[in-house]
């Protein structure tokens, strides 16, 4: 929140221009840079407005929280607006959603999105969006997660007409999203009486509800038990069911003794870690337990959202990111499950992180302290990026810093790479990251694995394999400089060049352009054939078919494999990386590549000495026709 203040002393502060001084720098002292001109000049012309409202209606002692941040959220509600209901006496609150525009109209295909002239793309209708903001305040915040009735929305369109507007009605069915423009100031004072006391002030509500705790309604819980749990294919089998129980048993004895305790579950690609997090986050909320999903990954977090949220949208609030509890309250989750652990950072601080928050803090300690039982999944051969550090060693030494008890359960039986142990062995054998070195691949009947000669092979093999309803993406090390997006309707830049044969990297950003999906999901949506995954979108997915490309960062030489960090163009490897890092990263790259297959994997690499050595280890070829695998039981 960046001013809280009475209507009053709104209307006065915008009145003589002091209001927006101090709205611009509490947001430089909160986010470290400026905002932007269009958000000052929205201030400017939204507020005095909504204040002379305020105080038009006779609600100047009503409290207004300007730029009022959702909890364990990056996005900020225009105005709040606290006070006292006028025929109950609770506490009464109103979101607001301040609009300048002057018409907008409907989306043809979807009413909750609309068009306006100075945007190219669709829009969030603003009755929707401010629903929104409400259903998320009620399913985190504690002062009205109870009292769901206590909270209203509107959508504030002061510059519009109801010729202009009309069509945006459509989606209006109840109190938490009521849309009103210019033309009808008069209905609006009229609502803001009806939910607001003009005879009472507001302080007491506003305090409340900031005093209110940052967790998942019971509501919320109660849906996402039955949305989680009730999924049959999350189904969890010997050590699985093992390391499920000893999570629910510690999260139960936190509970009767009120301590703490973290439980780290380690295991390879596929060993089941992302379902056993899901079962637990189900059974957590059945049994009244307030827990939160969290990773480090947009891609994954999306779309565990999408899988566990599909047919109830509030239960994809539940799905954070490792840099979502900076300001949480110590112990105010009863478990955080962190899935894909190995990502976490050194800090939660990034370019966008305000001056305020700068502490220095280390992400796994704030993780360990918002929960009284902290859970880890991770694979440490999957670190991939420098400043990651979920290892068993870190949490470890972060838990013993604080005396609280750790228990490491490890996970052996693996339902990636058609649940073959021996590929997997292979894959750590061949890049070095188990001892012993290479070793001759020897077919089973799990996993298929060829070598292809040239990139065209390899991608005329995997699109035969879509022909047969197979999935396939291919992947490859990031040795290829990645273009800027193309505009809308523009192909997509060609990036990854081998001889005459060139494809586009996956895209980077949250729309679809060209028909390519966007960048978190690459892995899941079937256009994402034709573009070339990295290991960003691919690490915590997986497909029937992945065909991998080795660039010219790693190749074979002699009996060794050797890293080249100059034909990296990853721009997380900056020059104070040591090699020893760098090397070890890119080996980790792709191991991950190499273990996203379900089906089979083909391999081909741009350096013929290395592409040589893979013929000795392998002797399949992709004109052999694969043979039939059943596809496997359990998807990671």
Known sequence: MLFRASAKTVAVMALDGSLFLHLTDRFVHMHGYRPGASE????????????????DAGL???????????????????????????VTGDPSYVVVELKQWSQALPHEDDPTLCHLDAYAHPVLNPIEQVRRYCDYLVNFNGAVAEH???????????????????????????????????????????????????????????????????????????????????????????????????????????????HKEVVIVTGGPGTGKSVIALQLLGELYRRGVAAV??????????????????????????????????????????????????????TSANRYTSAALRTGRAQIDE???????????????????????????????????????????????????????????????????????PVVWEPDDRMQLLV????????????????????????????????????????????????????????????????????????TDPAGFGQIGCVYTAQGFEYDWSGVIIGPDLVWRGDRWVTDRTASKDPVFKKATPDTDVDRLIRNTYKVLLTRGMVGTIVYSTDPETREKLRELVSSRPESRPAAIEEPPLRR
């Open 293 to 346: 999903h969290a990773t480090g990954s947009q891609s994954f977090t999306k779309t565990m959202r999408k899988v566990a949220g599909s047919r109830k949208r509030e239960v994809q609030d539940l799905f954070k990111y490792f840099n979502s509890f900076m300001t949480t309250e110590k112990n105010s989750l009863g478990a955080l499950i962190c899935d894909e652990a190995h990502r976490i950072r050194e």
């Open 452 to 523: 292809a000669d040239s990139p065209e092979e390899l991608e005329a093999f995997l699109d035969a394999r879509r022909a047969e309803k197979y999935g396939a993406r291919m992947s490859a090390g990031y040795c290829w400089r990645w273009s800027p997006e193309p505009k809308p309707g523009d192909p997509l830049p060609p990036d990854v060049v081998i001889g005459g044969w060139a494809r586009p990297w996956n895209l980077r950003g949250d729309r679809s352009v060209s028909g390519a999906p966007p960048s978190a999901l690459w892995a």
């Open 148 to 258: 769901g009735r206590r909270i209203q929305g509107v959508a504030f369109l002061h510059n519009a007409t109801e010729s202009g507007t009309a069509g945006l009605r459509e989606i209006e069915c109840d109190a938490r999203g009521l849309l009103f423009t210019g033309e009808r100031r008069g209905a609006f004072l009229d609502h803001l009486r009806s939910k607001l006391s003009d005879k009472q002030s507001g302080v007491r509500a506003a305090d409340e509800l900031l005093a209110g705790a940052t967790v998942p309604s019971k509501q919320l819980m109660s849906v996402a038990a039955q949305e989680v749990r009730e999924r049959q294919q999350f189904v969890l089998l010997d050590e699985q069911q093992v390391a499920y129980r000893l999570v629910l048993n510690a999260v139960e004895r936190a509970k009767r003794a009120d």
């Open 40 to 55: 000052v000049r929205s201030w400017e012309r939204s507020i005095p407005i909504l204040a002379a409202a305020l105080n």
């Open 60 to 86: 100047g002692d009503v409290e207004v929280m300007l730029e009022y941040a959702l909890p364990l959220n990056s996005k900020r509600a225009d105005a709040v607006l606290a006070g006292v209901h006028p």
């Open 367 to 437: 993780l360990i302290d918002v929960a009284h039982v902290p859970v880890f999944f991770l694979d440490e051969h999957q670190v991939v990026r420098p400043g990651e550090m979920g290892t068993v060693d870190d949490i470890r030494e972060a838990a013993s810093r604080r005396g609280i008890d750790c228990h490491v359960v490890p996970l052996e039986s693996q339902f990636r790479c058609g649940g073959s142990d021996a590929y997997l062995r292979w894959v750590v054998r061949l890049l070095g990251l188990a001892p012993g070195g």
